[in-house]
């Protein structure tokens, strides 16, 4: 399956920790993307990398991606209450398909 | 719209019986994403749709689930003889230009309840 993986299943970590998140893929891919879901409901694009970056910054948020152990990281730098939530990265093709892992559950407390 | 737009928010139905879900792209975008999500799990791809090209069906569990997407916008996925276990949030996304290599735009879901 292309779908990617996460670990760990859940973090939980103090306001102004760092918070890294892994995900791991099987198949070739054109992009993996990170997303963010608070509430169960509707979730919210972070950042895309492409297969032929290494590494995307933005704000706070860092990605980094290896193609050859076909792995992915998130870091969030200098963490706050307000980035408890589920974060997912999802693996997309070259035909299209756009197919998710099972998240981490991320909480950090005050 | 603004956004991805999904209808109803929640629907309650009881087993054996038929529900259409709907989802509103955003305008101009191509490429239309259903998935499912049972509590506390990932999301299960169901069905993609790019263009005017056949969508990618392989991710709808059983016959009893199709989507269409009538004059690439507006999108109805529909459950025949719904069943407990099709109890979920069933979430719709759009993409502009190709799908998979774009940002998706998520709607805030259907929670579906079936009795």
């Known amino acids: 399956s292309q779908q990617g993986e996460e670990d760990p299943q859940a973090l939980s970590i103090q306001e102004g920790e760092n918070a890294t998140m892994n995900c791991s893929y099987k198949t070739s891919i054109n992009n993996l993307q990170w997303y963010r879901q608070n509430s169960g409901r509707g979730l919210v694009h972070l950042i895309l990398i492409r297969s032929n970056e290494r590494e995307k910054h933005s704000g706070r948020l860092r990605v980094t991606l290896d193609t050859s152990k076909k792995s992915s990281s998130l870091l969030i730098t200098a963490s706050r209450a307000a980035d408890t939530a589920s974060y997912f990265c999802a693996v997309g093709t070259s035909y299209g398909k756009l197919t998710f892992g099972q998240g981490t559950i991320l909480t950090v407390h005050p | 719209g603004a956004g991805v737009s999904q209808s109803p928010s929640n629907k309650v139905t009881e087993k054996g019986k038929d529900v259409e879900l709907r989802c509103d792209p955003i305008?101009?975008?191509?490429?239309l994403y259903w998935y499912r999500q049972s509590l506390g799990q990932g999301l299960e791809f169901l069905i993609y749709?790019?263009?005017?090209?056949?969508?990618?069906k392989s991710g709808l569990p059983s016959d009893r689930f199709s989507a269409e997407r009538t004059g690439g916008s507006v999108s109805t996925l529909t459950i025949q003889r719904t069943q407990q276990e099709d109890s979920a949030v069933y979430l719709c996304a759009s993409s502009q230009g190709f799908g998979g290599a774009e940002k998706l735009f998520f709607g805030s879901g259907t929670q579906l309840s079936v009795l």
């Open positions: 749709f790019q263009g005017n090209s056949a969508p990618d």
């Open positions: 305008s101009g975008h191509t490429a």
